[in-house]
């Protein structure tokens, strides 16, 4: 699966070798509207340029909010480490607080068994654009193997949630890197401290939500190195992140929770989890 990330300084609109089947007079239509359209949409960033000032506040103030800020960053495993960062929630509330962004996920083209798409963000104040094409093939992972996707819901659904992921990383790539930094802290700053439910009744939401993909306290323990009891806002503001990545589907219950030696097999309980995991359909999202 070939992936093609651009970054360039300029309008993305250019002219593109059409198949033979393609009804030329309508895509001339389309691409004179979607020059115009574009043409509107830098008039206005330049009549009404972004006040950088007022966006950050706006964004300080979004990510106060407990609902915000519970999905606001996610957390998977790779070689061996925890890595972190934004949700697409979070970079989609930060696009919405800057302002003169356009972004979104289209698809280019259907063959059969796979979907040709983009996922873009375009700053169209400072004329920085960043796209990413990629395949999707409609198929889902089961225990069983691949299973072949035939249903309109079910193909939209995938290439949602892939193409989420890659809107993310195009928000990102376009966003002040400082600016994303201070929204994921305030985040955190607001799971940790902002909420006036006591401590102990966020660990016991906490491991209510977990228990649905077969994750039990002492695997939280285990994974905090520290009691439940001792557990401090900080360590459930970590908690949601590795919650949020396990609930859209970027990483399995098993990847992040196994037991010590002394309490059981480690690869019993990933077996176990993951058989948990799959009896539990994720949401789409883009993590």
């Known amino acids: 699966m070939e992936q093609q990330v651009q970054h360039q300084q300029s309008n993305p609109f250019g002219g593109r070798d059409m198949a033979h089947h393609v009804n030329h007079g309508t895509v001339h239509i389309e691409q004179s509207r979607a020059v115009t359209e574009a043409q509107g949409k830098l008039l206005l960033a330049k009549q009404f340029p972004r006040d950088e000032a007022l966006a950050y506040s706006k964004i300080m103030t979004s990510c106060q909010r407990p609902a915000l800020a519970a999905v606001g960053e996610y957390a998977y495993p790779r070689g061996g480490q925890k890595v972190s960062g934004p949700s697409i929630r979070l970079a989609e509330e930060l696009a919405r607080c800057w302002g003169n962004i356009d972004y979104g996920i289209r698809e280019l083209s259907r063959q059969d068994g796979n979907s040709e798409m983009e996922a873009y963000a375009w700053d169209v104040e400072t004329n920085t654009y960043s796209s990413q094409k990629f395949t999707v093939r409609h198929i889902r992972d ?99 992140a590795v919650y949020n990545s396990i609930k859209s589907g970027q990483a399995q219950a098993a990847d992040f929770f196994t037991m010590r030696s002394h309490e059981g097999s480690a690869g019993d309980l990933n077996a176990e989890l993951k058989q948990a995991q799959s009896n539990t359909q994720p949401e789409t999202q883009g993590a």
Do not use: W
């Not at 290439?159 to 890659?166: V, Y």
């Not at 929204?183 to 906490?206: F, I, N, Y």
């Not at 001792?230 to 908690?239: G, K, N, R, S, V």
């Open 142 to 240: 089961t225990r069983g193997g691949g299973k072949a996707l035939t249903d309109e819901r079910d193909i939209y659904e995938i290439t949602a949630n892939m193409g989420g992921r890659r809107l993310r990383a195009r928000l990102l790539a376009i966003l002040p890197p400082d600016l994303v930094d201070a929204a994921v802290h305030q985040c955190r700053q607001t799971l940790a401290g902002s909420s006036q439910e006591p401590v102990a009744d966020r660990v016991r939401r906490m491991v209510e939500a977990f228990g649905r993909y077969g994750v039990k306290a002492t695997h939280l323990a285990a994974h905090l190195n520290k009691s439940l009891d001792d557990c401090l806002p900080e360590d459930i503001a970590t908690l949601q």
